[in-house]
Protein backbone atom coordinates (compact mmCIF):
# COMPACT_ATOMS: atom_id res chain seq x y z
CA UNK A 1 0.00 0.00 0.00
CA UNK A 2 1.12 3.59 -0.77
CA UNK A 3 1.61 5.38 2.51
CA UNK A 4 -1.74 7.78 2.21
CA UNK A 5 -3.48 4.75 1.76
CA UNK A 6 -3.73 4.21 5.18
CA UNK A 7 -5.80 6.89 5.68
CA UNK A 8 -8.53 6.12 4.47
CA UNK A 9 -11.85 8.44 4.15
CA UNK A 10 -13.29 6.70 7.33
CA UNK A 11 -10.29 7.65 9.07
CA UNK A 12 -9.74 11.16 7.60
CA UNK A 13 -13.83 11.96 8.83
CA UNK A 14 -12.92 10.76 12.33
CA UNK A 15 -9.64 12.90 12.80
CA UNK A 16 -11.31 15.69 11.74
CA UNK A 17 -14.31 15.59 13.85
CA UNK A 18 -12.21 16.60 17.08
CA UNK A 19 -14.01 18.79 18.53
CA UNK A 20 -10.69 20.37 20.18
CA UNK A 21 -12.08 20.98 23.65
CA UNK A 22 -8.58 19.94 25.06
CA UNK A 23 -9.57 16.93 27.61
CA UNK A 24 -6.86 15.08 26.71
CA UNK A 25 -4.72 17.83 27.56
CA UNK A 26 -6.04 16.80 31.07
CA UNK A 27 -6.00 13.84 33.61
CA UNK A 28 -9.70 14.08 34.26
CA UNK A 29 -9.81 9.70 34.03
CA UNK A 30 -7.24 9.51 36.66
CA UNK A 31 -5.86 7.61 33.61
CA UNK A 32 -2.79 9.13 32.97
CA UNK A 33 -1.89 11.65 30.50
CA UNK A 34 -0.57 10.59 26.46
CA UNK A 35 2.97 9.98 27.47
CA UNK A 36 4.72 12.05 24.68
CA UNK A 37 2.80 15.02 25.52
CA UNK A 38 3.71 14.93 28.98
CA UNK A 39 7.20 15.09 28.15
CA UNK A 40 6.64 17.56 25.11
CA UNK A 41 3.61 19.77 25.53
CA UNK A 42 3.15 21.23 21.58
CA UNK A 43 -0.46 20.55 20.90
CA UNK A 44 1.10 17.48 18.04
CA UNK A 45 1.99 15.39 20.55
CA UNK A 46 -1.52 15.15 22.20
CA UNK A 47 -4.54 12.91 20.64
CA UNK A 48 -5.77 16.35 19.44
CA UNK A 49 -2.92 17.71 17.80
CA UNK A 50 -2.10 13.83 15.65
CA UNK A 51 -5.87 13.57 14.75
CA UNK A 52 -5.60 17.49 13.04
CA UNK A 53 -1.80 16.07 11.72
CA UNK A 54 -3.75 13.07 10.05
CA UNK A 55 -6.22 15.13 8.39
CA UNK A 56 -3.89 17.79 7.48
CA UNK A 57 -1.86 14.62 5.62
CA UNK A 58 -4.84 13.51 4.22
CA UNK A 59 -6.01 16.96 2.95
CA UNK A 60 -1.81 17.56 1.46
CA UNK A 61 -1.79 21.04 3.78
CA UNK A 62 1.89 19.51 4.92
CA UNK A 63 4.81 17.59 3.66
CA UNK A 64 6.38 14.95 5.43
CA UNK A 65 9.13 15.89 8.10
CA UNK A 66 11.57 14.89 10.68
CA UNK A 67 9.47 16.32 13.53
CA UNK A 68 6.15 14.75 11.69
CA UNK A 69 8.02 11.48 11.72
CA UNK A 70 9.48 11.72 15.76
CA UNK A 71 5.48 13.14 16.19
CA UNK A 72 3.87 9.67 15.24
CA UNK A 73 6.44 7.37 15.69
CA UNK A 74 6.65 8.45 19.86
CA UNK A 75 2.44 7.18 19.77
CA UNK A 76 2.75 3.95 22.12
CA UNK A 77 -0.30 3.01 20.94
CA UNK A 78 -1.34 3.09 25.28
CA UNK A 79 -4.95 3.43 24.80
CA UNK A 80 -5.47 6.62 27.33
CA UNK A 81 -6.97 8.66 24.00
CA UNK A 82 -10.12 5.66 23.25
CA UNK A 83 -11.26 6.02 26.59
CA UNK A 84 -10.78 9.74 27.23
CA UNK A 85 -12.25 10.49 24.22
CA UNK A 86 -15.31 7.57 24.30
CA UNK A 87 -15.74 9.22 27.79
CA UNK A 88 -16.61 12.85 25.91
CA UNK A 89 -17.31 12.37 22.20
CA UNK A 90 -18.09 8.53 21.82
CA UNK A 91 -15.01 8.69 19.18
CA UNK A 92 -12.18 5.80 19.41
CA UNK A 93 -9.16 7.68 18.03
CA UNK A 94 -7.02 4.69 18.12
CA UNK A 95 -7.78 4.05 14.98
CA UNK A 96 -6.11 7.38 13.91
CA UNK A 97 -3.14 6.83 15.51
CA UNK A 98 -2.85 2.99 14.20
CA UNK A 99 -3.29 4.92 10.82
CA UNK A 100 -0.96 7.40 11.51
CA UNK A 101 1.91 4.82 12.57
CA UNK A 102 0.80 2.60 9.46
CA UNK A 103 1.32 5.75 7.24
CA UNK A 104 4.78 6.46 8.52
CA UNK A 105 5.97 2.72 8.31
CA UNK A 106 5.11 3.11 4.53
CA UNK A 107 6.86 5.97 3.80
CA UNK A 108 9.63 4.81 5.37
CA UNK A 109 9.72 1.31 3.62
CA UNK A 110 8.49 3.37 0.08
CA UNK A 111 11.78 5.42 0.87
CA UNK A 112 10.19 9.14 1.07
CA UNK A 113 11.86 12.13 0.81
CA UNK A 114 11.83 13.91 4.09
CA UNK A 115 11.59 17.62 3.46
CA UNK A 116 13.92 19.61 5.20
CA UNK A 117 12.25 23.00 6.62
CA UNK A 118 14.99 25.69 7.00
CA UNK A 119 15.10 27.98 9.99
CA UNK A 120 15.73 31.77 9.95
CA UNK A 121 16.99 34.90 12.35
CA UNK A 122 13.26 34.70 14.02
CA UNK A 123 13.42 31.35 15.21
CA UNK A 124 16.65 31.22 16.49
CA UNK A 125 15.73 34.62 18.25
CA UNK A 126 12.98 32.50 19.50
CA UNK A 127 14.90 29.76 20.67
CA UNK A 128 17.31 32.11 22.25
CA UNK A 129 14.43 33.14 24.86
CA UNK A 130 12.89 29.57 25.54
CA UNK A 131 15.32 27.23 25.12
CA UNK A 132 15.68 25.05 21.47
CA UNK A 133 12.97 22.75 22.32
CA UNK A 134 10.58 24.97 22.78
CA UNK A 135 10.54 27.24 19.39
CA UNK A 136 9.33 25.76 16.20
CA UNK A 137 8.58 26.83 12.54
CA UNK A 138 8.25 23.02 11.27
CA UNK A 139 4.04 22.38 10.06
CA UNK A 140 3.89 19.29 11.79
CA UNK A 141 3.50 21.66 14.79
CA UNK A 142 1.86 24.39 13.04
CA UNK A 143 -0.94 22.76 11.93
CA UNK A 144 -1.75 21.90 15.01
CA UNK A 145 -2.10 25.57 15.82
CA UNK A 146 -3.97 26.73 12.85
CA UNK A 147 -7.87 25.88 12.94
CA UNK A 148 -10.46 24.80 15.48
CA UNK A 149 -14.54 23.74 14.94
CA UNK A 150 -15.97 27.33 14.30
CA UNK A 151 -16.74 26.61 10.83
CA UNK A 152 -16.90 30.85 10.24
CA UNK A 153 -12.86 31.34 10.66
CA UNK A 154 -10.73 30.22 7.71
CA UNK A 155 -8.03 28.01 8.72
CA UNK A 156 -4.44 29.92 9.78
CA UNK A 157 -1.02 28.80 9.59
CA UNK A 158 0.81 30.68 12.29
CA UNK A 159 4.64 31.12 11.02
CA UNK A 160 6.29 29.98 14.69
CA UNK A 161 5.13 28.74 17.49
CA UNK A 162 6.46 29.15 21.17
CA UNK A 163 6.17 27.57 24.68
CA UNK A 164 7.58 29.88 26.97
CA UNK A 165 8.56 28.30 30.63
CA UNK A 166 8.18 31.48 32.56
CA UNK A 167 6.61 34.87 32.77
CA UNK A 168 10.06 36.38 31.79
CA UNK A 169 10.42 34.73 28.49
CA UNK A 170 7.01 35.40 27.36
CA UNK A 171 7.61 38.98 27.70
CA UNK A 172 10.78 38.86 26.08
CA UNK A 173 8.94 37.51 22.82
CA UNK A 174 6.32 40.01 22.98
CA UNK A 175 9.27 42.70 23.41
CA UNK A 176 11.46 41.49 20.56
CA UNK A 177 8.14 40.94 18.66
CA UNK A 178 7.20 43.94 18.61
CA UNK A 179 10.49 45.32 17.60
CA UNK A 180 9.86 43.70 14.23
CA UNK A 181 5.98 44.04 14.46
CA UNK A 182 4.99 40.36 13.95
CA UNK A 183 1.52 39.59 15.15
CA UNK A 184 1.68 37.36 18.19
CA UNK A 185 -1.57 35.69 19.60
CA UNK A 186 -1.83 34.00 23.04
CA UNK A 187 -3.20 30.54 23.37
CA UNK A 188 -4.17 28.58 26.38
CA UNK A 189 -5.14 25.37 25.80
CA UNK A 190 -6.74 25.64 22.51
CA UNK A 191 -10.49 25.49 23.86
CA UNK A 192 -11.22 28.63 22.14
CA UNK A 193 -13.73 27.52 19.40
CA UNK A 194 -14.40 30.57 17.74
CA UNK A 195 -11.39 30.89 15.82
CA UNK A 196 -9.50 33.69 18.61
CA UNK A 197 -6.40 32.42 18.94
CA UNK A 198 -5.23 32.54 15.15
CA UNK A 199 -2.32 34.17 13.63
CA UNK A 200 -0.11 34.37 10.69
CA UNK A 201 2.34 35.56 13.44
CA UNK A 202 3.65 33.70 16.40
CA UNK A 203 1.50 31.62 18.49
CA UNK A 204 2.17 32.04 22.30
CA UNK A 205 1.53 28.72 23.80
CA UNK A 206 1.76 28.87 27.34
CA UNK A 207 1.07 24.84 28.14
CA UNK A 208 4.59 24.93 30.02
CA UNK A 209 2.95 27.81 32.05
CA UNK A 210 1.61 26.14 35.36
CA UNK A 211 2.80 26.34 38.79
CA UNK A 212 0.35 27.06 41.75
CA UNK A 213 1.19 29.02 44.76
CA UNK A 214 -1.52 28.35 47.48
CA UNK A 215 -1.89 31.16 50.24
CA UNK A 216 -3.62 29.71 52.65
CA UNK A 217 -3.88 32.55 54.99
CA UNK A 218 -5.27 34.64 52.47
CA UNK A 219 -7.46 31.99 51.03
CA UNK A 220 -5.85 32.72 47.69
CA UNK A 221 -3.88 30.86 44.77
CA UNK A 222 -1.59 32.49 42.63
CA UNK A 223 -1.09 30.87 39.10
CA UNK A 224 0.32 31.12 36.20
CA UNK A 225 -1.89 31.37 32.52
CA UNK A 226 -1.16 27.84 31.15
CA UNK A 227 -3.11 26.79 34.65
CA UNK A 228 -6.64 24.73 33.50
CA UNK A 229 -9.47 24.96 35.93
CA UNK A 230 -9.07 20.73 36.52
CA UNK A 231 -5.72 21.27 37.55
CA UNK A 232 -6.40 24.14 39.78
CA UNK A 233 -9.37 22.64 41.41
CA UNK A 234 -7.71 19.53 42.17
CA UNK A 235 -4.46 21.70 43.70
CA UNK A 236 -7.36 23.70 45.58
CA UNK A 237 -9.58 20.87 47.32
CA UNK A 238 -6.46 18.91 48.44
CA UNK A 239 -6.85 21.68 50.94
CA UNK A 240 -10.13 22.07 52.07
CA UNK A 241 -11.07 24.67 49.26
CA UNK A 242 -12.52 24.99 45.62
CA UNK A 243 -12.47 27.84 43.52
CA UNK A 244 -15.22 28.88 40.34
CA UNK A 245 -14.22 27.55 37.57
CA UNK A 246 -15.45 26.84 34.15
CA UNK A 247 -14.82 24.14 31.32
CA UNK A 248 -12.36 21.65 33.05
CA UNK A 249 -9.70 21.38 30.15
CA UNK A 250 -9.81 25.76 29.70
CA UNK A 251 -7.26 28.19 31.34
CA UNK A 252 -8.40 29.99 34.37
CA UNK A 253 -6.77 32.76 33.29
CA UNK A 254 -8.35 32.74 29.71
CA UNK A 255 -11.39 32.24 30.99
CA UNK A 256 -11.64 35.36 33.13
CA UNK A 257 -9.99 37.52 30.63
CA UNK A 258 -12.31 35.77 27.99
CA UNK A 259 -15.84 35.61 29.61
CA UNK A 260 -15.52 36.79 33.11
CA UNK A 261 -16.17 33.26 33.71
CA UNK A 262 -19.39 31.94 35.20
CA UNK A 263 -20.87 28.74 36.03
CA UNK A 264 -23.74 27.68 38.55
CA UNK A 265 -21.38 28.03 41.10
CA UNK A 266 -22.12 31.88 40.40
CA UNK A 267 -25.10 32.00 42.51
CA UNK A 268 -22.78 32.16 45.05
CA UNK A 269 -19.41 32.82 43.71
CA UNK A 270 -20.40 35.86 41.19
CA UNK A 271 -18.51 36.58 37.91
CA UNK A 272 -15.54 38.70 36.54
CA UNK A 273 -13.84 40.46 39.08
CA UNK A 274 -15.48 38.71 42.08
CA UNK A 275 -12.97 35.50 40.68
CA UNK A 276 -9.77 37.49 41.61
CA UNK A 277 -7.81 39.83 43.53
CA UNK A 278 -4.96 40.44 41.47
CA UNK A 279 -3.81 39.95 37.96
CA UNK A 280 -0.45 40.95 36.06
CA UNK A 281 0.17 41.64 32.24
CA UNK A 282 1.98 42.49 29.90
CA UNK A 283 0.52 44.37 26.72
CA UNK A 284 1.66 43.84 23.19
CA UNK A 285 4.77 46.29 23.64
CA UNK A 286 6.22 43.82 26.44
CA UNK A 287 5.01 46.60 29.01
CA UNK A 288 4.10 45.11 32.38
CA UNK A 289 1.27 45.95 35.00
CA UNK A 290 -0.86 44.26 37.73
CA UNK A 291 -4.83 45.58 37.31
CA UNK A 292 -4.17 47.32 40.99
CA UNK A 293 -1.72 49.35 40.38
CA UNK A 294 -3.35 53.15 39.99
CA UNK A 295 -1.76 54.07 36.92
CA UNK A 296 -3.12 50.54 35.20
CA UNK A 297 -5.06 50.16 32.48
CA UNK A 298 -8.59 50.18 33.96
CA UNK A 299 -9.65 46.47 33.37
CA UNK A 300 -12.64 46.84 36.25
CA UNK A 301 -14.46 49.12 33.92
CA UNK A 302 -16.65 48.36 30.88
CA UNK A 303 -17.63 49.74 27.84
CA UNK A 304 -20.66 48.42 25.38
CA UNK A 305 -18.49 47.66 22.85
CA UNK A 306 -16.37 45.23 21.00
CA UNK A 307 -12.64 45.59 22.61
CA UNK A 308 -9.46 43.69 22.87
CA UNK A 309 -8.48 41.71 25.70
CA UNK A 310 -6.04 44.24 28.20
CA UNK A 311 -2.92 42.31 27.36
CA UNK A 312 -1.64 38.94 28.27
CA UNK A 313 -1.86 37.28 31.33
CA UNK A 314 1.34 36.44 32.93
CA UNK A 315 0.09 35.30 36.94
CA UNK A 316 -3.07 35.79 38.60
CA UNK A 317 -4.22 35.45 42.23
CA UNK A 318 -7.54 33.51 42.16
CA UNK A 319 -10.19 33.56 45.57
CA UNK A 320 -10.22 30.45 46.99
CA UNK A 321 -13.94 29.21 48.88
CA UNK A 322 -13.68 26.98 52.27
CA UNK A 323 -15.74 23.73 52.09
CA UNK A 324 -17.66 22.33 54.47
CA UNK A 325 -17.64 18.51 55.08
CA UNK A 326 -21.68 18.11 55.05
CA UNK A 327 -21.94 19.60 51.36
CA UNK A 328 -24.19 17.34 49.06
CA UNK A 329 -26.23 17.72 45.73
CA UNK A 330 -29.87 17.28 45.31
CA UNK A 331 -32.42 17.82 42.10
CA UNK A 332 -35.87 19.73 42.39
CA UNK A 333 -37.32 18.36 39.22
CA UNK A 334 -40.41 20.36 37.48
CA UNK A 335 -42.83 20.25 34.69
CA UNK A 336 -41.95 23.48 33.27
CA UNK A 337 -39.82 26.48 33.13
CA UNK A 338 -41.70 28.91 34.85
CA UNK A 339 -42.03 26.79 38.17
CA UNK A 340 -38.04 26.07 37.58
CA UNK A 341 -37.22 29.74 37.10
CA UNK A 342 -39.32 30.58 40.41
CA UNK A 343 -37.59 27.85 42.95
CA UNK A 344 -34.22 29.24 41.62
CA UNK A 345 -34.47 32.72 42.65
CA UNK A 346 -36.04 32.26 45.55
CA UNK A 347 -33.29 30.04 46.58
CA UNK A 348 -30.94 32.78 45.34
CA UNK A 349 -32.61 35.55 47.12
CA UNK A 350 -32.68 33.71 50.38
CA UNK A 351 -28.97 32.39 49.73
CA UNK A 352 -30.41 28.98 50.32
CA UNK A 353 -27.24 26.48 48.01
CA UNK A 354 -23.95 27.57 46.75
CA UNK A 355 -24.15 26.69 43.01
CA UNK A 356 -27.89 26.81 41.75
CA UNK A 357 -28.00 26.24 37.90
CA UNK A 358 -31.71 24.87 36.29
CA UNK A 359 -31.04 22.22 33.74
CA UNK A 360 -33.17 21.04 30.51
CA UNK A 361 -33.61 17.50 30.41
CA UNK A 362 -31.40 16.86 27.28
CA UNK A 363 -28.58 18.45 29.60
CA UNK A 364 -29.16 16.10 32.47
CA UNK A 365 -29.75 12.64 30.44
CA UNK A 366 -26.30 13.51 28.53
CA UNK A 367 -24.54 14.68 31.62
CA UNK A 368 -25.22 11.39 33.20
CA UNK A 369 -24.88 9.06 29.81
CA UNK A 370 -21.94 6.96 28.81
CA UNK A 371 -23.44 7.18 25.32
CA UNK A 372 -25.34 8.76 22.79
CA UNK A 373 -27.93 6.56 22.52
CA UNK A 374 -28.70 6.21 26.42
CA UNK A 375 -28.68 9.52 26.49
CA UNK A 376 -31.70 10.23 23.84
CA UNK A 377 -33.11 7.29 25.54
CA UNK A 378 -32.64 8.24 29.17
CA UNK A 379 -34.15 12.12 27.94
CA UNK A 380 -37.64 10.69 26.57
CA UNK A 381 -38.18 8.72 29.87
CA UNK A 382 -37.34 12.19 31.93
CA UNK A 383 -40.12 13.97 29.48
CA UNK A 384 -42.52 11.79 28.50
CA UNK A 385 -42.80 8.99 31.25
CA UNK A 386 -41.63 10.83 34.83
CA UNK A 387 -43.33 14.24 33.54
CA UNK A 388 -39.84 16.15 34.19
CA UNK A 389 -38.98 19.26 31.60
CA UNK A 390 -36.21 20.65 34.02
CA UNK A 391 -34.18 20.19 36.91
CA UNK A 392 -32.67 22.18 39.60
CA UNK A 393 -29.44 21.40 40.94
CA UNK A 394 -28.38 22.13 44.37
CA UNK A 395 -24.98 22.23 46.00
CA UNK A 396 -25.45 22.99 49.53
CA UNK A 397 -24.58 21.82 52.94
CA UNK A 398 -27.33 20.17 55.28
CA UNK A 399 -29.19 23.36 56.58
CA UNK A 400 -29.88 24.38 52.52
CA UNK A 401 -30.76 20.64 52.25
CA UNK A 402 -33.13 20.91 54.94
CA UNK A 403 -34.77 24.31 54.09
CA UNK A 404 -35.29 22.82 50.15
CA UNK A 405 -37.09 20.18 51.48
CA UNK A 406 -39.88 22.10 53.05
CA UNK A 407 -39.43 24.19 49.89
CA UNK A 408 -41.12 21.71 47.43
CA UNK A 409 -43.06 18.24 47.30
CA UNK A 410 -40.14 15.97 45.51
CA UNK A 411 -36.36 15.89 46.23
CA UNK A 412 -34.07 13.64 44.59
CA UNK A 413 -30.90 13.23 46.88
CA UNK A 414 -27.78 12.26 46.27
CA UNK A 415 -28.54 8.30 47.19
CA UNK A 416 -31.27 8.68 44.80
CA UNK A 417 -29.33 10.22 41.88
CA UNK A 418 -26.66 7.78 42.18
CA UNK A 419 -28.88 5.19 41.88
CA UNK A 420 -29.93 6.55 38.52
CA UNK A 421 -26.55 6.98 37.00
CA UNK A 422 -25.65 3.40 38.13
CA UNK A 423 -28.94 2.12 37.09
CA UNK A 424 -29.43 3.98 33.71
CA UNK A 425 -29.55 1.23 31.02
CA UNK A 426 -32.31 -0.32 32.89
CA UNK A 427 -33.99 3.05 33.29
CA UNK A 428 -34.87 2.67 30.03
CA UNK A 429 -36.16 -1.07 30.36
CA UNK A 430 -39.81 -2.06 29.41
CA UNK A 431 -40.41 -3.54 33.04
CA UNK A 432 -39.39 -0.17 34.53
CA UNK A 433 -41.70 1.90 32.13
CA UNK A 434 -44.75 -0.33 32.48
CA UNK A 435 -44.45 0.07 36.47
CA UNK A 436 -44.81 3.45 35.94
CA UNK A 437 -47.07 3.90 33.41
CA UNK A 438 -49.47 1.92 35.67
CA UNK A 439 -49.20 4.41 38.84
CA UNK A 440 -51.92 6.47 38.23
CA UNK A 441 -51.79 10.04 39.85
CA UNK A 442 -53.15 13.42 39.04
CA UNK A 443 -50.08 14.82 40.13
CA UNK A 444 -46.60 14.80 38.25
CA UNK A 445 -44.84 10.95 37.86
CA UNK A 446 -42.19 11.92 39.15
CA UNK A 447 -43.63 12.67 42.45
CA UNK A 448 -44.60 9.33 42.77
CA UNK A 449 -41.54 7.61 41.54
CA UNK A 450 -39.51 9.36 43.81
CA UNK A 451 -41.65 9.04 46.62
CA UNK A 452 -39.67 7.37 49.97
CA UNK A 453 -41.76 4.37 49.11
CA UNK A 454 -41.09 3.99 45.74
CA UNK A 455 -37.45 4.39 46.30
CA UNK A 456 -36.57 0.23 47.40
CA UNK A 457 -38.77 -0.39 44.33
CA UNK A 458 -36.72 1.98 42.10
CA UNK A 459 -33.61 -0.03 43.63
CA UNK A 460 -34.48 -3.24 43.09
CA UNK A 461 -35.34 -2.39 39.13
CA UNK A 462 -32.75 -0.84 38.49
CA UNK A 463 -30.01 -3.06 40.04
CA UNK A 464 -27.39 0.47 40.20
CA UNK A 465 -24.12 -0.64 40.13
CA UNK A 466 -20.76 -0.10 37.96
CA UNK A 467 -21.73 -3.10 35.92
CA UNK A 468 -24.72 -2.33 35.10
CA UNK A 469 -23.76 1.25 34.02
CA UNK A 470 -21.12 -0.47 32.05
CA UNK A 471 -23.19 -2.39 30.05
CA UNK A 472 -23.89 0.32 28.02
CA UNK A 473 -20.21 1.07 26.20
CA UNK A 474 -18.59 -1.13 23.82
CA UNK A 475 -17.92 -4.64 25.18
CA UNK A 476 -13.93 -3.83 25.31
CA UNK A 477 -14.39 -0.66 27.48
CA UNK A 478 -16.36 -2.55 30.01
CA UNK A 479 -13.89 -3.14 32.43
CA UNK A 480 -12.74 0.27 32.15
CA UNK A 481 -16.25 2.05 33.20
CA UNK A 482 -16.86 -0.27 35.42
CA UNK A 483 -13.40 0.79 37.39
CA UNK A 484 -14.15 4.64 36.65
CA UNK A 485 -17.57 4.14 37.80
CA UNK A 486 -16.94 2.22 40.91
CA UNK A 487 -14.73 5.56 42.26
CA UNK A 488 -17.51 7.66 44.49
CA UNK A 489 -16.55 10.74 42.80
CA UNK A 490 -18.15 9.32 39.61
CA UNK A 491 -21.64 9.43 40.90
CA UNK A 492 -21.07 12.62 44.07
CA UNK A 493 -22.86 15.85 42.36
CA UNK A 494 -20.49 18.23 44.44
CA UNK A 495 -17.45 16.41 42.68
CA UNK A 496 -19.11 16.58 39.11
CA UNK A 497 -20.20 19.90 39.41
CA UNK A 498 -16.47 21.14 40.82
CA UNK A 499 -15.06 19.06 38.60
CA UNK A 500 -17.11 19.75 35.27
CA UNK A 501 -15.37 16.69 33.48
CA UNK A 502 -19.06 15.79 31.95
CA UNK A 503 -19.95 18.95 30.49
CA UNK A 504 -18.08 18.19 27.34
CA UNK A 505 -20.06 15.61 26.71
CA UNK A 506 -22.50 18.24 25.70
CA UNK A 507 -20.86 18.45 22.09
CA UNK A 508 -20.67 14.91 21.56
CA UNK A 509 -23.15 14.56 18.61
CA UNK A 510 -21.74 17.83 17.25
CA UNK A 511 -19.79 20.82 17.73
CA UNK A 512 -21.76 23.15 20.17
CA UNK A 513 -22.40 26.89 19.46
CA UNK A 514 -23.58 28.42 23.46
CA UNK A 515 -25.46 31.82 23.15
CA UNK A 516 -25.05 33.27 26.45
CA UNK A 517 -27.37 36.12 27.71
CA UNK A 518 -28.01 37.89 31.12
CA UNK A 519 -31.56 38.04 31.92
CA UNK A 520 -33.95 39.42 34.38
CA UNK A 521 -35.12 36.61 36.76
CA UNK A 522 -38.39 38.42 37.80
CA UNK A 523 -39.44 38.60 33.95
CA UNK A 524 -40.43 35.51 32.48
CA UNK A 525 -42.06 36.97 29.65
CA UNK A 526 -38.36 38.31 28.68
CA UNK A 527 -36.98 35.24 29.28
CA UNK A 528 -39.55 33.28 27.26
CA UNK A 529 -39.01 36.01 24.81
CA UNK A 530 -35.78 35.35 23.88
CA UNK A 531 -35.94 31.61 24.41
CA UNK A 532 -38.66 31.81 21.46
CA UNK A 533 -36.75 33.73 19.68
CA UNK A 534 -33.61 32.09 19.51
CA UNK A 535 -35.63 28.69 18.81
CA UNK A 536 -36.93 30.54 15.68
CA UNK A 537 -34.17 31.60 14.23
CA UNK A 538 -32.43 27.69 14.97
CA UNK A 539 -36.05 26.55 13.21
CA UNK A 540 -35.74 28.65 10.18
CA UNK A 541 -32.09 27.44 9.12
CA UNK A 542 -32.72 24.00 9.92
CA UNK A 543 -29.89 24.12 13.51
CA UNK A 544 -30.08 21.32 16.07
CA UNK A 545 -30.84 23.87 19.10
CA UNK A 546 -32.12 23.29 22.53
CA UNK A 547 -32.05 25.19 26.18
CA UNK A 548 -28.94 24.71 27.77
CA UNK A 549 -29.25 25.99 31.43
CA UNK A 550 -30.21 28.73 33.47
CA UNK A 551 -27.87 29.93 36.97
CA UNK A 552 -29.23 32.58 39.45
CA UNK A 553 -27.22 35.14 40.93
CA UNK A 554 -26.81 38.62 42.02
CA UNK A 555 -29.39 37.55 44.59
CA UNK A 556 -31.80 36.39 42.46
CA UNK A 557 -32.00 39.55 40.98
CA UNK A 558 -30.81 38.05 36.71
CA UNK A 559 -29.31 35.31 35.91
CA UNK A 560 -27.11 33.51 33.26
CA UNK A 561 -28.52 31.88 30.64
CA UNK A 562 -27.14 29.22 28.05
CA UNK A 563 -29.23 28.53 24.41
CA UNK A 564 -27.18 25.99 22.55
CA UNK A 565 -27.20 25.36 18.73
CA UNK A 566 -25.49 21.91 17.34
CA UNK A 567 -23.91 21.82 14.19
CA UNK A 568 -21.79 19.56 12.51
CA UNK A 569 -18.32 21.33 11.44
CA UNK A 570 -17.35 19.34 9.11
CA UNK A 571 -20.39 19.93 6.95
CA UNK A 572 -20.11 23.09 5.14
CA UNK A 573 -23.38 23.35 4.26
CA UNK A 574 -23.90 23.56 8.32
CA UNK A 575 -21.51 26.04 8.25
CA UNK A 576 -23.82 28.06 5.67
CA UNK A 577 -26.70 27.80 8.10
CA UNK A 578 -24.51 29.26 11.31
CA UNK A 579 -23.42 31.74 8.88
CA UNK A 580 -27.04 33.03 8.37
CA UNK A 581 -28.59 32.42 11.96
CA UNK A 582 -25.43 34.49 12.79
CA UNK A 583 -26.76 37.47 10.29
CA UNK A 584 -30.15 36.98 12.41
CA UNK A 585 -28.66 36.03 15.80
CA UNK A 586 -26.57 39.68 16.70
CA UNK A 587 -29.26 42.13 15.84
CA UNK A 588 -31.96 40.46 17.58
CA UNK A 589 -30.00 40.19 20.65
CA UNK A 590 -28.43 43.66 20.13
CA UNK A 591 -32.70 44.88 20.08
CA UNK A 592 -33.41 42.57 22.83
CA UNK A 593 -30.69 44.55 25.07
CA UNK A 594 -32.08 47.90 24.10
CA UNK A 595 -35.14 47.26 24.64
CA UNK A 596 -34.48 45.80 28.34
CA UNK A 597 -31.91 46.74 31.25
CA UNK A 598 -31.99 43.45 32.49
CA UNK A 599 -30.41 41.72 29.07
CA UNK A 600 -26.91 41.91 28.18
CA UNK A 601 -25.45 39.47 25.55
CA UNK A 602 -21.99 38.17 25.82
CA UNK A 603 -20.95 39.72 23.09
CA UNK A 604 -20.02 42.59 24.30
CA UNK A 605 -18.61 41.55 27.61
CA UNK A 606 -16.68 39.13 25.87
CA UNK A 607 -12.66 39.73 26.64
CA UNK A 608 -13.91 42.72 28.92
CA UNK A 609 -13.99 39.63 31.53
CA UNK A 610 -12.09 41.50 34.30
CA UNK A 611 -14.52 43.98 34.73
CA UNK A 612 -16.21 44.06 37.94
CA UNK A 613 -19.71 42.51 37.37
CA UNK A 614 -21.66 46.10 38.49
CA UNK A 615 -20.31 48.17 35.45
CA UNK A 616 -21.99 45.76 33.18
CA UNK A 617 -24.85 44.40 34.92
CA UNK A 618 -26.29 47.43 36.11
CA UNK A 619 -25.29 49.75 32.80
Not at 476 to 481: A, H, I, S, T, V
Not at 505 to 527: C, E, G, Q, T
Not at 538 to 564: M, N, S, V, W
Amino acid sequence: MKPLEHITEEIRSMSSRCRHYAMCKIDFLETGLCPPAKETPYVSFFPQGRMDICDALARGLIPVTKTLVEIISSCTLCGRCDKQCHFVTGMRPMAVMQALKAFVAAFEKDGGKIKIIPEDETLDALKHITGSKWATNDPAHLVTYSNDPFPLAKRQMPGYVVLPGSADELVEIVRYADQLDIPVMVRGNGGSVFGFVFTHGIVIDVNRMKHIELDHENWTAIIEPGVTSFELQKAVTEHGFRVNTAEPAATVCGNIVCTGLFSTWANAYGVGADHFVDMTFTDLHGEIFRLNDKNAPNAFGFEEAVLPSPGICTSARIRMHPVTDDEAGVLVPFTSLEQAVSFARDLSIRRIGLSVGILGGHYLSTFISPTAFLAEKTGNVFSDILDIRYMVCVIGDRYARQAIRQMVSCVIAADTFKMLMLGLPRLTGPEWMDIVKGLESDRPAYETVFSQEMLPVLETLLSPAPETLAGAVDEDLREFYTDLYSRPHMTDMVWLNMFRIVSARMSRHKHMFAFLVYVPLDRMDVIHKILASLEKIAQQHGIDHDFGFLTPLDFGKRGILEYDYYIDHTDSRESDKIRLAMADLEPLMDRLSAAHKGVKWLKYIFSQGCARKENFLYT
